[in-house]
């Protein structure tokens, strides 16, 4: 039997005032406080949108890694995207972790936004229908998911600061419907963001009130974003509920004082702890309520639907008859590209994970091609980018000999307090004792070219690095920023370099001390020097030329798409665009593989034969893309936002406030809305995504009504023209004629999935929401809907809809 609200209650009851005000801070970075006097347990929390990491950042604890949101929403299928929740849980429940801090459900409103990798799409509809089933999934598997961060927090220059200015119309019709979703699919937490919209830091803000708590009726939790309250009485009299993280902060024992001199109302804490006590019972941290047992997963399963979603994801940009390829008929494929090699697998930030392998897409092809023809792997120029942090394969730990680091816990005398091996010079949370002062990483470095190799150290506070006893770098180095992303996972490296001598063994030495504010991370990277582009290049185009498919892959580097800064280009780079060049002009069987997690540049995308994006594809991006190359499987993915051939064509580019404002002029425009009303083509539209075979689109079949606040459904035929079965993602648009609701040229308002074989006709029968039809009125503050006329299209992407219909829509009643 489950907990009742009148068990709540009763629970409530037995708490003080101060008991009640002091279960609504963090214990702990991932923890929320215990109360035995009620059965009230911890709660853990865990970042997660594509692993579950748990507590600690230890690469000894590993999770499995699904590739980015931005794949998972390229899917177009909610039923996998559930599944891949479902997994999550299964991974939550292992790590002993009641909440998931995913889905991030912010919108892709610049292409320069640092963090889109982590979000879904430009366009609330798709956002708000993935990000649900993703929920659905995680909390089917008895784990609480959060929705973050409310609201308007789609960009990260400046983001603990920023005052967001959107229009009421705007903020209703775009950035809040994703959110809308969430609580519709029964979420159990929200997470409010660092950012203020229009004056108040959302901690405090009237909107954790109303809609989210009112009109839609959200009965969860609204926690705060790590060290995002930054004052008591303001954000407790608002509607946010937990304080994260803790034990320090502005609420604890402050906000007990406030309740206790009648500064916040003893009613306003009541509700917060009666959410909290709520939240726990389902997730079985109260009374005799119990979190479901972990379920075994066998790793064969995990592997191959993450594989599965890797293809799924895949979006196909530009095919011409080069994919797939047959593996039959292949003698030499020349795989060409660093990033072949060191697929870059996930964004930077607080969402990273540790992985329990990672298949690059150069394992996955020599996989598939096994026995079957030779491959050839050139890394061609070195992108730009910092240099990598030492792992297992470059360095060894000088105790024991082994690959890895050593790392060493040091007092204020130098003396050891613990040392342990560890497996790269990425450590983010080391194992502090009593004493602590200095953290040391050392390796044996062996070089395996000579020349002038770039070392470095990354991290904050007093640091040092030494080579062979000779010191590089020695000096403070104060955080300039409160950023927890950057401050504890992604910190600024310092640089030196040396001359190596090829095969020669040398000490690496990184010290950090451990002053308060400094943060957590310590990273230590090595990178030998830079081959010549000019022969690099050369390479690249002779191993093109003597191969029957040339593969090339290339995408953004570590820090060029992560939390905590936005982008300043999309560009790729001219090295790695000239590479592409080179192998294109040598091989026109060149298949282009892009690995980043949003749009990026691609001049050279007419030259290549194919254009394949993976984003950043999880730990089976190897294998998932190699399917794809070879025919396994379809392409499935279909493009969650528009791409731009070049970054001035966007119509939305501006992520750096002014004066402390960013404001959304563009209004409703976002996405290719914005393209659309600017009369602007760009490289490929929302929506856009070839599979392996051809469709036809005959019929449009719409009702000839459409009474307001009702579904409506409508019928498309389409044919599968090609010599292969296949998906086709059908999406339908609505437009209204000019009027005086301003209004954008036309919107995304559903989609069906079909299959079909060689010659076959299906019918998708498209579900369109009655939300699809309303708009908010900012005068009456309240949503309304015009009767008459509406345009109904449908098509392949948003700048390809070949079939249109019109309904008249009726008053309701």
């Excluded at 009421?168 to 203020?196: D, H, S, T």
């Excluded at 994801?313 to 072949?340: E, K, Q, Y």
């Excluded at 914005?674 to 449009?700: K, S």
Aim: glycine share 12%; aromatic share 6%; charged share 25%.
């Amino acid at each position: 039997m489950g907990t009742s609200e009148e068990d709540i209650d009763r629970l409530l009851g037995k708490l003080t005032p101060r008991a009640r005000a002091l279960l609504l801070s963090g214990a702990t970075t991932w923890r929320t406080r215990a109360e035995p006097a009620v059965g009230l347990r911890e709660l853990v929390m865990s970042d997660g949108p594509v692993g579950v990491r748990g507590q600690a950042w230890d690469e000894r604890s590993t999770s499995v890694l699904l590739p980015s949101a931005t794949a998972l929403a390229a899917t177009w299928d909610e039923a996998l995207v559930e599944r891949l929740g479902g997994l999550l849980a299964a991974e939550a429940r292992r790590k002993g972790v009641h909440v998931l801090l995913a889905p991030t459900l912010n919108l892709h409103r610049s292409p320069l936004g640092g963090r889109h990798f982590e979000c879904f799409s430009e366009d609330p509809e798709l956002t708000g229908r993935i990000g649900a089933a993703l929920i659905r999934g995680v909390q089917a598997g008895g784990v609480a998911a959060t929705a973050k961060h409310y609201v308007a927090n789609d960009s990260e220059t400046d983001r603990l600061t920023v005052d967001v200015r959107v229009g009421e119309r705007a903020l209703r019709e775009v950035y809040l419907v994703p959110f809308e979703a969430a609580v519709a699919a029964g979420v159990r937490l929200v997470m409010a963001g660092y950012n203020a919209v229009d004056g108040t830091t959302m901690t405090a803000s009237d909107l954790l009130t109303d809609p989210l708590k009112s009109e839609w009726g959200f009965d969860g939790v609204v926690v705060s974003d790590w060290g995002a309250v930054r004052d008591t009485v303001p954000t407790a009299r608002a509607a946010l509920d937990l304080a994260m993280p803790g034990p320090d902060g502005p609420w604890g024992e402050a906000l007990a004082g406030a309740v206790a001199d009648g500064g916040v109302p003893e009613a306003a804490v009541d509700d917060k702890a009666r959410r909290l006590l709520r939240l726990a019972a389902r997730c079985g941290a109260l009374g005799d309520e119990r979190p479901p047992a972990p379920v075994p997963t066998r790793t064969r399963d995990v592997r191959a639907l993450a594989r599965r979603a890797v293809a799924a994801g895949a979006v196909l940009l530009r095919n011409r008859d080069v994919l797939p390829l047959d593996a039959d008929r292949l003698g030499t494929v020349a795989v060409i590209g660093a990033h072949a090699a060191r697929t870059r697998t996930q964004g930077g930030g607080s969402a990273g994970v540790f992985p329990q392998g990672e298949v690059s897409v150069l394992d996955g092809i020599r996989a598939a091609l096994r026995g079957r023809a030779r491959v050839v792997h050139v890394p061609g120029p070195r992108p730009d980018g910092p240099a990598p942090a030492l792992d297992a394969t470059t360095c060894t730990d000088p105790r024991s000999g082994r690959p890895g680091v050593l790392l060493r816990v040091l007092d204020a005398t130098g003396a050891e307090l613990y040392a342990e091996r560890r497996a790269g010079g990425r450590l983010l949370e080391p194992r502090l004792v009593p004493g602590a002062h200095t953290v040391e990483i050392s390796a044996m470095l062996r070089p395996r070219t000579g020349g002038r190799w770039t070392l470095g150290v990354a991290g904050f506070g007093r640091m040092s690095l030494s080579l062979d006893g000779h010191v590089l770098l020695d000096g403070a180095y104060p955080p300039l920023t409160d950023d927890p992303a950057i401050v504890h996972v992604n910190p600024p490296a310092r640089y030196a370099t040396a001359g190596l001598a090829a095969g020669r063994d040398v000490l690496l030495v990184a010290r950090r001390e451990l002053a308060p504010g400094t943060g957590r991370a310590t990273v230590v990277s090595a990178a030998p020097p830079a081959p010549d582009v000019a022969v690099s290049l050369a390479e690249a185009a002779r191993a093109a030329r003597s191969a029957d498919a040339a593969i090339v892959v290339v995408g953004t580097t570590e820090h060029g798409e992560s939390e905590g800064y936005d982008r300043t280009t999309l560009a790729l780079g001219d090295t790695q665009d000239a590479l592409v060049h080179a192998v294109a002009a040598a091989n026109p069987r060149t298949v282009a593989v892009v690995n980043s997690g949003g749009p990026v540049e691609m001049p050279w995308r007419e030259a290549v034969g194919a254009v394949l994006l993976a984003w950043f594809p999880g730990q089976e991006g190897g294998g998932g893309l190699a399917d794809v190359l070879f025919g396994r499987a379809e392409p499935g993915g279909r493009l969650p936002t528009t791409w731009p051939a070049a970054l001035a064509d966007a119509p939305v580019t501006r992520t750096r406030p002014v004066d402390g404002r960013l404001s959304y002029t563009e209004g409703l425009h976002v996405g290719y809305r914005g393209w659309l009303r600017e009369r602007r083509t760009p490289a490929y539209w929302f929506g856009h995504g070839l599979g392996y075979t051809a469709w036809a689109y005959e019929e449009l079949t719409v009702p000839s009504g459409w009474r307001a606040g009702e579904e409506l459904t409508v019928c498309v035929r389409v044919r599968n023209t090609g010599g292969r079965a296949g998906r086709e993602v059908v999406q339908v648009y609505l437009a209204r004629p000019p009027g005086p609701v301003d209004r954008p040229e036309r919107w995304f308002a559903g989609y069906e999935t079909v299959h079909a074989g060689p010659g076959q006709a299906v019918t998708a029968r498209v579900r369109i929401p009655a939300r699809a039809l309303r708009h908010w009125s900012a005068e009456e503050h309240a949503w309304r809907i015009e009767p008459g006329p509406c345009r109904v299209l449908a098509g392949r992407s948003a700048g390809d809809l070949p079939l249109a219909a019109e309904v008249v829509v009726r008053p309701a009643g």
